[in-house]
């Protein structure tokens, strides 16, 4: 780890293996709310699968919390109990309103236009859609984001065999973000070893045990990974 959170909080998932659960680093520097409750927070949520407990539970803290997710057979704007958004949208590196999948995709920069976010910070920014994190990391860098994000939270996908050229360059590309994010003051907090898909029946069973097979076969590790962000000095500023 980079950092020692003082105050943290697992939030939402499953509560029999915790899948969908993440941390928030909840001292003031990263989350305003914590002692202003009158801060307006925002969150961006990247991937529901099903599953909107940590997207709720960041709405109840009083966030303003928006869930995209193509994929889900939900109404596009639907408004949850909780004050949680949904949009029927995916992220992607361009803006389409019919992708190949008939989905439509937007790009982060975007999004922040179109929702009428520009001059605000995103206090929370989740991506678990199960590819693309080193794409959203990208945007973020491309754009000059990375100072208006305080909280960035994902599950890294790592597939094998990653002897082949696509899947080496994949996780050569996730290594390159990480490390210009972590230049930009992003710091890693905490991590979760999402051991689950295993189905083991050994409660010790770890990810590395697969680590042999992913080089010439499809197995795949799975990654939570949670930063906060040193070096969040202004609002997003899009155009």
């Known amino acids: 780890m980079q950092y020692n959170c003082s105050h943290g909080e697992y939030l939402g998932g ?12 909840s001292e003031p520097r990263f989350w305003p709310r914590e002692t202003d409750k009158e801060y307006k927070c925002l969150m ?17 803290r009083g966030c303003e919390v928006h869930s995209f997710d ?37 790009t982060l920069k975007t999004l922040i236009k179109e929702l009428g976010h520009n001059g605000r910070y995103i206090d929370y920014l989740k991506m678990d859609t199960e590819s693309y994190e080193e794409g959203l990391m990208q945007q973020v860098l491309d754009n000059d984001l990375a100072k208006c994000v305080r909280h960035y939270a994902q599950e890294i996908h790592l597939f094998g065999p990653i002897s082949s050229p696509g899947k080496l360059a994949k996780c050569r590309h996730l290594y ?7 230049d930009h003051g992003w710091r890693l907090y905490n991590t979760t070893d999402n051991c689950r898909y295993l189905k083991s029946p050994d409660p010790h069973a770890r990810q590395l045990q697969v680590k042999p097979s992913m080089v010439n076969s499809g197995n795949a590790i799975l990654w ?6 040193f070096a969040a000095t202004e609002p997003c500023k899009v155009e």
């Open 44 to 60: 961006y949520s990247f991937g529901v699968g099903g599953d909107f407990t940590f997207d709720d539970e960041i709405a109840n």
């Open 70 to 106: 193509p994929t889900e057979q939900l109404e596009d704007g639907l408004v949850r109990e909780s004050g949680v958004t949904f949009h029927k949208i995916g992220i992607s590196a361009t803006d389409t309103d019919k992708d190949g999948n008939g989905w439509k995709m937007r």
């Open 176 to 182: 390159r973000a990480m490390t210009q994010l972590n």
């Open 14 to 25: 499953n509560p029999g293996n915790g899948d969908g659960a993440y941390w928030l680093c």
């Open 224 to 229: 939570e990974t949670m930063f906060v962000n």
